[in-house]
């Protein structure tokens, strides 16, 4: 029986990099790709990364009930699961991991209380101010902002089934693929 995985924590704690290092040893993992209406950053691939989507697209898909989550994330841009992504792989009676945020995961908790619902969490404050400002992706303003959303973030994580300590990548996607049952 297939089943859905919602991995969520706070911006920074690494959700990409876990969920890189968990299809490097278990290529066989499927990841819904997110649709944002943010920019693509250096290197990022419309489809792969992200389904990069224009304000009215993102419009028309949340008239049409396209998403089964979706959100406005640190007050700059939205995000958003498509249910077609998550459909394609549980019509195939395949297992999909959803790399969330949690206002997503609690939307997604209505809709499907059934899923495995993961927080993944840094090792402390300080290490999660070092990742999110060593990306060099987001200017000072946004890191805040960032740090900020990750405070009320972290203090949600009792409201999930499993949390995860990304003390390094590798280790946080073997606990991952343990609570997949594909370790």
Not at 29 to 44: D, I, L, W, Y
Not at 77 to 100: F, H, P, Q, W
Not at 113 to 142: K, M, N, Y
Request: hydrophobic letters at 40%; one cysteine or more; aromatic letters at 6%.
């Amino acid at each position: 029986m297939s089943r859905l995985y919602v991995l969520v924590g706070p911006s920074g704690v690494g959700k990409g990099t876990v969920v890189k290092a968990l299809r490097k040893a278990h290529p066989q993992v499927n990841v819904a790709v997110s649709a944002t209406t943010r920019s693509p950053r250096p290197g990022e691939r419309d489809g792969v990364d992200y389904h990069f989507l224009t304000e009215s697209q993102f419009d028309e898909l949340v008239d049409r009930d396209g998403f089964v989550e979706w959100a406005l994330v640190h007050g700059q841009a939205r995000y958003g699961t498509l249910r077609s992504e998550i459909a394609k792989y549980l019509a195939r009676d395949e297992d999909v991991i959803l790399e969330i945020d949690l206002a997503g995961a609690r939307q997604v908790r209505h809709t499907n209380p059934d899923a495995c619902f993961i927080f993944l969490q840094a090792p402390s404050q300080q290490i999660l101010q070092e990742r999110l400002r060593g990306r060099g992706t987001e200017g000072e303003a946004e890191v805040a902002r960032r740090l900020q959303t990750a405070k009320i973030e972290m203090a949600a994580a009792g409201e999930f089934e499993h949390i995860v300590i990304n003390n390094h990548p590798d280790q946080a996607a073997s606990e991952l693929a343990a609570l997949m049952g594909i370790a």
